[in-house]
């Protein structure tokens, strides 16, 4: 953060450090390669992204730390609402 005006300084782009289960590849991904779902339960809150190299669809549950960074990285969130 700048000091001297009081306005952050830029930043580069955000990435995520992720591994598919399915191939076993590491990469790094920019916030528009997320998803995060935020619902009622753990069960019901994750977030997802397609494997780089395999293409496969992978979704992991997300706890409370993982919300916050993903969300303060601008990663795109759904909320889900329960039907009652």
């Known amino acids: ?3 001297a005006s009081g306005i952050p300084a830029p930043v ?3 990435l995520f450090k992720a591994a598919c289960p399915e191939c ?3 990469f790094e991904l920019s ?3 997320l998803r995060l779902a935020i619902g009622a339960s753990r069960r019901t809150t994750f977030y997802s ?3 780089p190299e395999c293409e496969t669809a992978v979704r992991r549950p997300a ?3 993982i919300i916050e960074l993903l969300t303060g990285g601008g990663v795109r969130t759904l909320r889900l609402h329960s039907t009652v």
């Open 1 to 3: 953060m700048s000091l």
């Open 12 to 14: 580069g782009p955000v």
């Open 24 to 26: 076993g590849a590491r």
């Open 31 to 33: 916030a528009g390669a």
């Open 49 to 51: 992204f397609t494997c």
């Open 63 to 65: 706890g409370e730390r």
